[in-house]
């Protein structure tokens, strides 16, 4: 019982983690609750489907269906990501004030709105996909004690939310002017973990070079088979032996998402100016 | 060319390219693994240093099994009685372990890495 309550609520944490940094950095938009449940809902159904095709899946394209889906599913969430982060850019600044000033929902950021809740579908997808197959094993399995185990799941299950949960309360408790900031950063380093763990997965069945197999290792410093690599390895991407294509991917990502952001702030900037006298100061 | 000839010219160019795709996979045949009432056989498997190689699982039981190591990261699911074949990257000799994660208590092996391969 305590074996599958533990592999329940690591995998429940996984996509945990991102759906209470999404939970947060949604924070006081009116309806956030109500997208991300979809996303949530989503994600379970997909992830149910998901485990029933395993085999299918797992068999397509010579074998590497499994590591192509994957691979697809993290792109399409930093994808998702970098749309956020740049709304966001143009957008965060008003909604702190609003949110301060007004104590109230703002109605604002549906796209974005739908942004994260795909994020959080595409992050129960991939997890829930291997929590359901595993409580499918154990009820397949009927000889050792299968309502033990399940119940075991469903502890880990609660578990996995709880912790979630602690964290969006954690990141919330944040004053209101840096909760946004704190988020950005947060979902920056989940989208070029993503990325990373996406191309190494395609550079694992050979689709882009490796870049060098592992290009350095602190194994010895925090293992990812540790909750806390784990729960790192989730947040920032890291993980102990990282291959160069991951590093490059991890990089650029990152790159991108703070020089859009910084772009997409400047333009803002530049359009809400207020005009107070004619720019003459040209010292060319 | 007369037609009858064009049987055996493809007959034999078959046979030629059967030979090299064949003498190819010899080259790089998968190690073997399987899983049986949750547990690897053989639990202890050998690879040569610094080369990268096919590592082949089959899944003998009527439930579903992941298998992953953090040591060659490698995370890949397996269908009820269903095989599959992962690539391993080039790794420096040592031991590696690895695990059925459905299974993490019972399923448990060793991949062990040797400048020469034995």
Redesign the interface.
């Known amino acids: 019982m305590l074996a599958s309550l533990l592999i329940v609520f690591r995998e429940v944490l996984e996509a945990g983690l991102v759906v209470g940094i999404v939970f947060a950095a949604t924070e006081g938009i009116a309806g956030r609750t109500r997208w991300i449940a979809a996303g949530i809902a989503a994600g379970a159904a997909g992830a149910s489907l998901l485990a029933l095709f395993a085999g299918a899946l797992s068999n397509a394209l010579s074998g590497e269906g499994q590591e192509y889906f994957n691979a697809a599913v993290m792109l399409a969430a930093v994808l998702m990501l970098g749309w956020h982060h740049l709304w966001m850019a143009d957008h965060g600044r008003e909604l702190a004030k609003q949110l301060k000033t007004l104590g109230s929902e703002i109605n604002a950021g549906r796209a974005s709105l739908m942004a994260m809740s795909i994020v959080v579908a595409l992050a129960i997808l991939r997890e829930g996909s291997e929590v359901v197959l595993f409580l499918y094993g154990i009820v397949a399995a009927s000889t050792d004690g299968p309502v033990a185990l399940f119940l075991g799941g469903i502890g880990g299950l609660a578990l996995g939310a709880a912790v979630s949960f602690a964290l969006y309360r954690g990141l919330v408790a944040i004053p209101t002017k840096r909760l946004f900031q704190v988020t950005g950063v947060l979902l920056t380093l989940l989208a070029a973990g993503l990325a990373g763990q996406a191309f190494a997965t395609l550079a694992q069945v050979g689709a882009v070079p490796t870049l060098g197999d592992e290009i350095w290792n602190t194994a010895w410093l925090l293992r990812d088979d540790t909750l806390i690599g784990r729960a790192l390895h989730v947040i920032t991407g890291y993980t102990d032996r990282p291959s160069g294509i991951q590093l490059l991917a991890y990089g650029v990502t990152l790159a991108a998402f703070v020089v859009g952001g910084k772009l997409m702030h400047r333009a803002h900037e530049r359009r809400n100016r207020p005009i107070l006298k004619e720019p003459s100061n040209e010292h060319a | 060319m007369r037609p009858s000839a064009f049987p055996k010219v493809l007959f034999s160019s078959a046979v030629a390219v059967g030979l090299g795709f064949a003498g190819q996979a010899l080259a790089q045949a998968p190690l073997q693994l399987s899983v049986q009432n949750h547990h690897f056989t053989p639990a202890v498997i050998t690879a040569p240093a610094g080369q990268r190689f096919m590592i082949q699982v089959h899944n003998l039981?009527?439930?579903?099994?992941?298998f992953e190591s953090?040591?060659f990261?490698?995370e890949?699911?397996?269908?009820?009685h269903?095989s599959?074949?992962?690539?391993v990257?080039?790794?420096?000799p040592g031991n590696y372990a690895f695990f059925g994660?459905?299974n993490?208590?019972l399923a448990k092996g060793v991949l062990r890495v040797t400048p020469g391969g034995h």
């Open positions: 039981d009527g439930t579903p099994e992941e953090y040591d990261k490698v890949k699911i397996m269908a009820p269903a599959i074949i992962v690539p990257g080039a790794l420096k994660d459905y993490p208590t």
